[in-house]
């Protein structure tokens, strides 16, 4: 079989081009892949923890951005919590579907620990927890900055895997890592950082880093922050992968790839019911528990349809 020209990630329903978002649905279930990736179902509320944690981390990555191009502390902060309290606002929208400037209102996050307040008060709280900062953005040999690195790695003659790099740091003794930026409302204890390794996410984030460097990455050092009512708290851990480790998560990677194209040849997703209850619970989990007649109508009742995730396409 030979590969696409790539306008697309997918031949069919067979995806040639992955990233860690279609690689973890995937290895979660193969009928929340199927719903998710294939068919484009969606959430019709988007989760406040993804509006919060998305604004958080794109937030910082502004602000590593700024800096890295030698803006000046303060100022970069400044522009970091602008963009922040304009990605929280809802604008009323033009026809063309841009934002009208002095419209609209805050955005309702819905719950109590992931509020606007709280978002602004972690982002300026960081700034002031990291001020002394020894963990510095690594310099590419071009002299630019190693932030905002996207990739397309052929895996095998017909398979990609893509995605977006936002930060390459180095730490005080050389090492250098993926950066990472995290929130929860979880203590940050050992449960907390057990959870990202083993990790199909940070493994290939890790694989990619050293693929498109070409030098050695140890592996992805997480920034957490816990978000309470009237405080947040913050953590770092570094998470290392070996090579060997990395070796693996190629070969389960390409079972896992091989497995789902014979999914979509025999157009046959099954439901993997050991993972219904991950991670507070799948949202297709009323339509998975109905007779399998029902759950087309359901399914268009309470989610909306949107393209099907596409991993070589801007978002
Ligand atoms: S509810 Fe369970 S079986 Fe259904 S998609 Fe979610 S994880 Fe898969």
New binding site residues.
Partial sequence: MSAPALQTSYEGNIQWAWDATSLKRAS??A??YY?ENICGWQAQSKSVHLWFGGIYASSLELFHKLRAQDMPREEAILDVILYALRESWDFDLDDAGEPIPGSGSPRTFDNQYKTRENLIRSLVWYFEEWRDERVTTLRLQSGEPAVELSFRIPLDDDIFYCGHLDQVVQDEDGNIFIHDQKTTTQGLGSYYWNQFKPDIQFAGYTFAGKTVLNTPINGIFVDACQVLVGSSRYGRMPIFFQDAELNEWYDEVMELVERFRGYAEREYWP???T??GNYGG?E??HI?SRPPEFRDNFLRGDFTKAPRWDPIKPR
């Fill in positions: 979660t279930c009928r929340k719903y439901r993997d019911t993972a219904c799948c297709f989990r998975c």
